[in-house]
């Protein structure tokens, strides 16, 4: 049902690492940065329309939330991290581009304990974003609900955007098995919480659901804004809830949410059709709202 991704090495890339820019063959971190020996690290994803990162500051905050979480002490700043950002994205000269911005704790001895006076590496990605299939907004995708439970809020809070991502890479890796574009994962309860790295929405009887915070999610910034759009428009019921697999599969539409894939419509889950099997209007007419808040806030930059 997929089109074969593009292969990474066949996209334009620029690295940067602690201010250096360089060619990805040439990028190089010590296998003593934390990041590589623990996960100790933090990162955000983000995206330009029109060359222009959006929403910049706020996948700074989160970055900055992340690490304050971790008791990541930061050696740079806010503007160091945007000034190296557009560093990357002038290098990288495209008109949409993916980027993303690590922060690890830094390198030291092979000791869970970080000691004092570490120094944060910083990396950013920079990379040309070729659109996504067609297909995946216009026929919906088909996802599983995977028995890998989602860690819960009381481990390391999945509110933390940080760079152990296996619970999520091993519920990926069941959709894959599964010939599935992504999973759900379910906390311990039995509740909804997301897709590997989107946020998950479901339509019923006119009414727009998404699971809390509580649940164990990461607060997207796709999902954060949709809320805010949903709010100023009278004719949209939405409500963060917590909701079951049953609810999940009964329900009249469901979507995803990303920074880089937007919103995308699921119109299979498991082996059940989601609703009439099609894209749903609400879907739609969210996706439409997202699309003209981009364009606005783009154009008014
Ligand atoms: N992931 N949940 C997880 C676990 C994620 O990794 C992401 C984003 C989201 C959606 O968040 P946002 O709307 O802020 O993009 C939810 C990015 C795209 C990634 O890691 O590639």
Same mark, same amino acid.
Request: hydrophobic share 40%; with cysteine; net charge negative.
């Given at each position: ?107 030291g ?17 920079a ?18 609900? *995977? ?6 809020k009381e ?41 590997? *790295? ?8 006119? *009414?727009?659901k ?17 809320l ?70 783009v154009?008014?930059?």
């Open positions: 049902m997929q089109t074969p991704p593009i292969p990474e090495n066949s996209k334009k890339t620029i690295i940067n690492i602690n201010g250096e820019i360089c060619k990805p063959e040439d990028a190089k971190i010590s296998v003593f940065d934390r990041g590589f020996l623990f996960g100790d690290s933090v990162y955000e994803v983000a995206k330009t329309y029109q060359g222009i990162p959006f929403l910049l500051q706020e996948h700074l905050d989160r970055l900055w939330k992340s690490a304050s979480r971790l008791e990541m002490l930061l050696t740079v700043s806010q503007n160091d991290v945007s000034a190296e950002v557009n560093k990357a994205l002038a290098e990288l000269g495209v008109e949409e581009a993916y980027f993303r911005i690590i922060l690890t704790r830094g390198e001895p092979i000791s869970l304990d970080p000691g004092e006076g570490v120094k944060n590496n910083l990396i950013i990605i990379q040309e974003h070729l659109p996504f299939p067609s297909s995946w907004y216009e026929n919906g995708v088909h996802v599983v609900i *995977t028995n890998v439970v989602r860690v819960s481990s390391v809070d999945p509110n933390v955007k940080s760079g152990n991502y296996l619970n999520n890479v091993m519920a990926f890796m069941q959709a894959k098995r599964e010939k599935a574009f992504d999973s759900i994962m379910l906390n311990h309860k039995g509740h909804v919480t997301q897709g590997t *790295t989107s946020n998950v929405w479901i339509v019923k009887d006119n *009414t727009i998404t699971p809390p915070l509580q649940a164990g999610i990461l607060e997207g910034i796709t999902r954060k804004t949709l805010q759009l949903a709010k100023s428009d009278d004719s949209l019921k939405i409500e963060q809830v917590n909701f079951t697999a049953e609810e999940l599969i009964n329900a009249d539409e469901c979507f995803l949410t990303s920074t880089m894939k937007e919103i995308v419509p699921v119109t299979q889950i498991d082996n059940s059709p989601i609703g009439t099997g099609t894209v749903g209007p609400l879907t739609v007419k969210l996706h439409s709202l997202y699309s003209d808040f981009v364009k606005r806030t154009e008014g930059l």
